[in-house]
Structure formats: C-alpha cells, structure tokens
T-cell receptor
Framework: EPEVTQTPSHQVTQMGQEVILRCVPI?????FYWYRQILGQKVEFLVS????????KSEIFDDQFSVERPDGSNFTLKIRSTKLEDSAMYFCASQPRGLGTEAFFGQGTRLTVV | GENVEQHPSTLSVQEGDSAVIKCTYS??????FPWYKQELGKRPQLIIDIRSNVGEKKDQRIAVTLNKTAKHFSLHITETQPEDSAVYFCAASSQSGGGADGLTFGKGTHLIIQP
C-alpha cells in the first residue's frame, strides 16, 4: 500500500539554525499539507499546497516557514531560524483530491531544537 | 477560523463496553468530519469520516453521528477491545476554496480499555 514517507525521522538542531524537513507524498496525490504536533498536544495545521502554490496557511506559518515542491515528488518544509518552541513532531500529509477525501499522514519528523 | 472542541480528554472503559467521544465545531461552512486514531509515537490514521449530507455512518464496531444544526458530531465504538486503546482526534475542514483545506483538530481523547 502506498505511503507518505518523511525524512529524517528525528532531527536535532541548534537554535537559530535552518532545517529542511522532507516528504514524499503518495504519487498520484494532488494536495499536500504540513501539520505539527507539540508533545502531548493536538495536531495543528500549518499549510496546504496545491497546483504548485500555497492554498492556505495558519497563523503559525509565519515568515520563518516556507514550503517547496522542487521536483514533482518531494515536498519540503523549511524553517529558516529555528526557535526552542519549534520543537515538535512535524507531519506531512497528502490527499488524492480536495475537500472530503482522506488525508494520508507520513510517520512524522521529530524536530528537537536545543 | 474553525474551532473544534473535543470531550472527554481521557476515557477509561471496561473491555467489551462502549465508548463515546464528542466534538463540537464552530464554522457552519465545515462539511467534512474525519476521525483519526493515533497510537503512541505513530502517525494519525483515519478510522472513519462523515460528510455533512449524512447524519450517521457505521463501519463494523465504529459509528459516527453528525448533527449539523447543533454543530456536533460523535464517535461511537462498541464492544471495545484492548487494541482500541489510543488517542482519538476529531477534525473538521472549513471551506476556503480550492479544495486544499486544512483540517482543524480537536485536542484528542486518550481512550484506555481496561481488561
């Protein structure tokens, strides 16, 4: 069964450093998302991406964040200058079509900012 | 934007009993309501979803009901088993056009099945 895959599974970075989290969505999916989950808390929407552009972003997704789909398969989340409060599990998700279809989640990248 | 409230935060039931988790949402434009199960350290996985043109949906031991007037929806698990122990999240999507609408999640319910 196709899966959304994310790399790395765990990333430790120094405060102020840039990180890039990588995702390979399911190949025939058209809609892509990033979510984050601070330990023990709910999953929070960051950004959605469709047709090579951002469709929607939350207030969490400020100027420190950016997304790219550089080569038609990878979907990346960049955090320019990490803060301690960016420590969380980051999940990528993809959907085959739009509203009302299942979002498939990757296994997550645990980001630890020290 | 959308706000989803979920109750209870923790639910402990005896194996074989039923469990009910309730959510309310704020945006009357929301029309898709999935439920995700998350086991410790793993990804959220969809267990059932419902769209606003349906009042109830059932899949074996799991059912979801939706009351659009009251803006609430509930997950029902019957004949609970130890493997049902996990955190359950409800979610709603609010329409912003384009179809790439992010999900707004509730805070989760930690379901504990007592043997």
């Amino acid at each position: 069964e196709p899966e959304v895959t994310q790399t790395p599974s765990h990333q430790v970075t120094q405060m102020g450093q840039e990180v890039i989290l990588r995702c390979v969505p399911i190949s025939n999916h058209l809609y892509f998302y990033w979510y984050r989950q601070i330990l023990g808390q709910k999953v929070e929407f960051l950004v959605s991406f469709y047709n090579n552009e951002i469709s929607e972003k939350s207030e969490i997704f400020d100027d420190q964040f950016s997304v790219e789909r550089p080569d038609g398969s990878n979907f990346t989340l960049k955090i320019r200058s990490t803060k301690l409060e960016d420590s969380a599990m980051y999940f990528c998700a993809s959907q085959p079509r739009g509203l009302g279809t299942e979002a498939f989640f990757g296994q997550g990248t645990r980001l630890t900012v020290v | 934007g959308e706000n989803v409230e979920q109750h209870p935060s923790t639910l402990s039931v005896q194996e074989g009993d039923s469990a009910v988790i309730k959510c309310t949402y704020s945006d009357s434009a929301s029309n898709y309501f999935p439920w995700y199960k998350q086991e410790l350290g793993k990804r959220p996985q969809l267990i059932i979803d419902i769209r606003s043109n349906v009042g109830e949906k059932k899949d074996q031991r799991i059912a979801v009901t939706l009351n659009k007037t009251a803006k609430h929806f509930s997950l029902h698990i019957t004949e609970t088993q130890p493997e049902d122990s996990a955190v359950y999240f409800c979610a709603a999507s609010s329409q912003s056009g384009g179809g790439a609408d992010g999900l707004t999640f509730g805070k989760g319910t930690h379901l504990i099945i007592q043997p």
